[in-house]
């Protein structure tokens, strides 16, 4: 019995069935968009050489299945299936065939039916086959061009943050100039004014001395600012040297003790256990002792700052920063290195002349002559800084 004929026949139900089982299916939400037309897809074909393959008369036409399965793959890929529901829908397809031919298999021979079932079995298997083959590649190729794209993208953004590095290089350096002359005239216009001690002056004074102040802190900021720049553009160079340790820290203590004596804090300096000497770039030691200090000062408003040095192994030295501050809490001490981040909202301290810029820096440098730093801090009694840097 030749079922190719009843196959043709029905090729029109077959289809119309097979679409809404896919609709209907829940696990295929890839068609939850697409038109009739568009799930229906090259269904028609692949039924049409299944036919010729059920055909004893008729030359079986694989090639069909194959092609019509390959473009199946690929355009479920530019649809967006997922493996499995390409799978589910050959699965419908299957039961749908069947169930359309099932009253004539009843009345063919058990050699027709047989060699009916193994045929369309083979021929779905084969389209699934093609069609996961051709599904692979289009979703291959896909990835690929999104590869290039994000490539393309990356090399974009990357150019862009360099423009914008450069660019805000270049304002700092141009804003310190004319910041520069501000305060060097502002400074000669109060030294002469209280030279001739004048009382109506009083109040031109004290508006020169705003200027002054605000213009420092932003020559400062821009400083930092350009710090943070050289050091992101890799052109922040260390020049190491053999220093000395005690020298260098009675430097330190000598520039920020004014600072502690004006707030009327305790300034402590536990250093007997440091090294002699050690081999690092001796300005950047500064910068990291006098930002961390100062920044301590700048957060106490009672109590003390201790500063504390040691050899911590054949390797490394260290040194700590104890204050009895404000604290950070938990959830901002993994930003508080981030350029500009401001953990502490007491009104008292927000006022005060701090950039955000000096933990990033200390954070960068350490970085930069291959230390570490730590933090432990709790809210509203204090933190305490350690920097563990090589002697060597």
Known sequence: MDFSQTLSDKSDAIIDQWVEAVYQDQQIEATQELTFKAVRDSLPRVLKALATVLSESATSDLQTVVDASLEHGTLRAEQGFEPAEIAREYRLLRF??????????????????????????????????????????????????????????????????????ESVSQLAHELKTPLTSIIGYSDLFLRQHRQQSLQDSYS??????????????????????????????????????????????????EMIEPLALAKELSLVVDCDRAPQQVTTDPLRLQQILTNLLSNAIRYTQTGSIRLECWIESQ????????????????????????????????????????????????????QLMHGEIKVNSQLGKGSTFTVILPLD
């Not at 069947?98 to 084969?126: C, K, M, N, W, Y």
């Not at 350009?226 to 009675?250: C, F």
């Not at 604290?327 to 950039?355: C, H, K, M, W």
Request: charge should be negative; charged fraction near 20%.
């Open 315 to 366: 390797q490394q030295w260290a040194i700590s920063v104890t204050d009895s501050g404000v604290g950070i809490p938990p959830e901002a001490q993994a930003q508080i290195f981030n350029p500009y981040f401001r953990a502490v909202t007491d009104p008292l301290v927000q006022s005060t002349d701090g950039t955000g810029l000096g933990l990033a820096i200390v954070s960068r440098l350490v």
């Open 96 to 165: 749908v065939i069947f169930s359309h031919l099932e009253q004539d298999l009843l009345q063919g021979s058990p050699q027709d039916v047989l060699r009916a079932v193994r045929l369309i079995d083979t021929v779905i298997d084969e389209a699934i086959a093609r069609c996961f083959n051709s599904y692979t590649q289009g979703r291959l190729q896909e990835f690929k061009q999104l590869q290039n794209q994000l490539r393309l993208t990356n090399q974009e953004l990357t150019r862009l943050v360099h423009a914008n590095k």
């Open 204 to 253: 031109d004074i004290e508006s020169i001395e705003r200027v002054l102040k605000s213009s420092r802190l932003l020559l400062r900021l821009i400083n930092d600012t350009l710090e943070i720049s050289r050091y992101d553009a890799g052109q922040m160079k260390l020049q190491p040297t053999l220093t000395d340790v005690g020298d260098l820290i009675n430097l330190v203590i």
